[in-house]
């Protein structure tokens, strides 16, 4: 069998920076499995993006993203536009990973790297936002801003705390906003307090926030928050823990492949936790456009084999 060339993009100053720690066994081990790999070590924003377009034009079989939310975020948008894309695979080294929760990679290394040496990979969906592209999810309102306010070395100290010492500091502002949203299955126009457009059922460390959504549907989820105050913003909270928040009249959720949001504010994007622009957008599915290294077993401690199954129910092999 030939060996195969791996190109590792990272971050080292993800999560705790386990990456820089870890780095030389990590190499040793994708190297035993049979994957020939060198490195990159990002230097600042934007980087990853540059370094995935380099290694699709170099000819490597596999990109993996190590990092956090962000790394993977980059990678990907180097990856998408280019005709022939290289298999991704996931280290989960950063503070949150949303998309490596929903696909049930292991956050352990050693796991992780055995997932991409084993080889077993799924089509999934992708989402072009305007003129980029994210894997998880896009946000936009009040709430939404704080993933990419919280300062990179905060996080790698306090990990998700950090995430809620700033958002309790963003709840005096916390408004509504005019916002215009229209697909096939749904058209408002009234003041909401933010929307979500989810690829997956993890969100912000939520799985419970879009319960159905799937990667490999050709559709997102989209949830949006009417206007609230403050006290009805903490209850629906606490019923978005339960999930018990999709009958709530504050709530709309509905379900399509292509959507348009516009706004007379001054409304930032979020994808996958970075700044990604400002509004208007216009935001379209891409079925089965990146194939990504999992476990297919769906045996980790993030998901159970029953929700791994939902999360790839048109696969042929079913």
Excluded at 173 to 178: D, G, L, T, V
Excluded at 215 to 229: A, E, I, S
Excluded at 231 to 259: C, K, N, W, Y
Aim: glycine share 8%.
């Amino acid at each position: 069998m030939a060996t195969k060339r791996a190109r590792l993009i990272y971050n080292p100053s993800s999560g705790r920076e386990e990456m820089r720690k870890r780095l030389p066994e990590i190499l040793q081990r994708l190297e035993q499995g049979g994957l020939e790999t060198s490195t990159h070590a990002t230097i600042g924003a934007g980087d990853a993006t540059l370094a995935a377009q380099d290694a699709v034009e170099r000819g490597f079989d596999v990109i993996i993203a190590a990092g956090g939310d962000g790394t993977l975020y980059e990678v990907v948008n180097g990856i998408a536009e280019r005709e022939n894309r290289p298999k991704l695979g996931i280290l989960p080294l950063g503070t949150t990973n949303d998309f490596a929760r929903a696909l049930s990679i292991p956050r352990h290394w050693k796991a992780a790297c055995d997932l991409i040496i084993g080889g077993e990979s799924r089509s999934i969906d992708i989402g072009k936002i305007n003129d980029r592209y994210f894997i998880n999810i896009v946000g936009g309102g009040s709430m939404t801003e704080l993933t990419y306010e919280v300062p990179s070395k905060l996080k790698t100290m306090l990990g998700q705390l950090a995430y809620y010492m700033k958002g309790l500091e963003k709840l005096p502002r916390f408004k509504p906003i005019n916002m215009h949203i229209k697909s096939e299955e749904m058209e408002l126009h009234e003041d909401v307090m933010m929307f979500l457009i989810a690829n997956s059922n993890s969100v912000a460390g939520f799985e419970k926030l879009a319960p159905d959504a799937s990667l490999n549907d050709g559709q997102f989820d989209v949830t949006v928050l009417r206007k609230c105050n403050l006290a009805e913003f903490i209850r629906i909270a606490t019923l978005v823990l339960r999930g018990e928040h999709l009958h709530d009249p504050h709530i709309v959720q509905f379900r399509t492949s292509h959507v348009e949001i516009e706004s007379p504010d001054y409304v930032q994007l979020n994808l996958d936790g970075e700044l990604g622009g400002i509004l208007p957008c216009v935001v379209t599915n891409l079925p089965s456009h990146l194939d990504i290294f999992i476990d297919p077993s769906g045996q980790s401690t993030y998901m159970k084999p029953s929700m791994i199954r939902r999360r790839f129910q048109h696969d042929n092999e079913e």
